[in-house]
């Protein structure tokens, strides 16, 4: 795996700092800015070496992404949600997958793996801008709730999806009893290795009310819990999401001292600012490596075909809950189509392809284009669409609109 030295990974913590103030000032969304400061930097002629590999995004960077987010998402909303969620998690990822799948296999030609594989990893979601809008604006908690949950369970299902492809790519012959068995084993295998992990740790956590302990101890939950499920060839994403949740609402509650929580709290929203930086920082590196003009029907194919499926896995299935307590708001469902942007986790799949799929290399360049696409178009135009949709109030997000989460 390639490794940074210390030079580059100064520059590029320096150039994240500076972007930051950059962004917040003129009000471009981070994750833009960060990723074009990536693009000129990898054109600089100085020979800076960004690598973007998927050891590097699944060991590093993915834990504390998944592990932040989660201890931010509070039970008993979440409860509430969940048969709303489940469905979008489960038949929505699926309804996408499919979408792309055929429309990249009749009309670019793509193999049906390579198809079902490209289907499956662009079907996952990262909104990071879309949350750091939602921490510097008034927006409806349930929204917030929604987005994010979404967007983590959605990741979690999709990298169990891609891992069964895999082994099918492989020459795994398994039918549909075998898949089945083996999504069951991933997914649950996945929350119990969150489980196992956190609640032991958190129980020693409560022995101690020293602050930099209790932290020390989150980060071996994150990491722990991650490493173990993939170890087993489990959902690393489902088992940092489920410790996170443990650690933000049990461990928050019932074991984690006062002055503690704090002190994880800003930890881990640091944690999240820095492997955010240098993961989109990458992300334009390699995108300004890209060869995007011999693929660049395939890329616009792609482009419109994760839009469409985004939507087909929106509001057919968020419509099934009309006239129950499950039911969302019409503007509810225009954010979590648009802001179902793309970003490390479908690069990271993109990047893991076997070799022996036939269009791996095609595969992977129009998957960064899809990324751009979704970073800067996207990116840019939520706020706007948000502020169209009323959904914006007046003001900065407040203590009580956090509190109403809980």
Do not use: C
Not at 204 to 227: H, M, P, Q
Request: aromatic share 8%; net charge neutral; hydrophobic share 60%.
């Amino acid at each position: 795996m390639e490794q940074f030295d210390f030079f580059t990974l100064g520059l590029l913590m320096f150039v994240a700092s500076l972007v930051a103030m950059l962004t917040r000032r003129i009000g471009m969304p981070y994750s833009v800015g960060l990723v074009s400061a990536g693009i000129a930097l990898a054109l600089l002629p100085i020979g800076l070496a960004l690598p973007l590999t998927p050891e590097l995004i699944f060991q590093i960077f993915l834990p504390p992404l998944v592990f932040e987010a989660a201890i931010q998402i509070p039970w008993k909303p979440l409860r509430r949600e969940l048969p709303l969620l489940l469905a979008l998690v489960t038949l929505g990822v699926v309804l996408a997958a499919a979408t792309v799948a055929a429309g990249m296999h009749f009309i670019i030609g793509w193999s049906w793996i390579g198809a079902a594989l490209f289907g499956v990893l662009i079907a996952a979601t990262d909104p990071v801008s879309v949350i750091a809008l939602f921490k510097s604006v008034r927006v409806p908690p349930r929204l917030h709730l929604l987005v994010e949950s979404e967007s983590l369970l959605n990741d979690g299902v999709a990298a169990v999806g891609f891992a069964v492809l895999v082994v099918i790519a492989a020459g795994g012959d398994l039918g549909v009893a075998e898949i089945s068995t083996k999504l069951l084993v991933t997914i649950v295998g996945g929350i119990a290795a969150g489980a196992i992990v956190a609640l032991p740790l958190i129980l020693i956590a409560g022995r101690t009310s020293d602050r930099l302990v209790e932290t020390t101890l989150t980060v071996l939950i994150a990491y722990g819990s991650f490493g173990l499920a993939e170890h087993f060839h489990m959902s690393g994403v489902l088992a940092a999401l489920t410790a996170g949740i443990i650690v933000g609402n049990y461990g928050f509650m019932g074991s984690i001292s006062d002055d503690g929580r704090p002190a994880v709290v800003n930890f881990w929203e640091y944690a999240a600012f820095l492997v955010n930086s240098l993961i989109f920082i990458l992300i334009g590196g390699r995108e300004a490596s890209q060869a995007f003009l011999p693929v660049l029907g395939a890329a616009a194919v792609a482009t419109a075909l994760s839009l469409i499926a985004r939507a087909i896995a929106i509001y057919p299935v968020a419509s099934i809950f009309l006239g129950t307590r499950f039911a969302i708001p019409w503007k509810y469902k225009h954010v979590l189509t648009w802001g179902g942007l793309k970003g490390a986790l479908a690069l990271a799949l993109a990047l893991a392809l076997p070799a022996s799929i036939p269009e791996r290399g095609e595969i992977i360049t129009v998957a960064f284009a899809v990324v751009a696409f979704s970073i800067f178009i996207q990116g840019l135009t939520m706020k706007p669409l948000m502020r169209r949709l009323g959904l914006i109030e007046k003001g900065d997000l407040s203590e009580d609109a956090e509190k109403t989460l809980h």
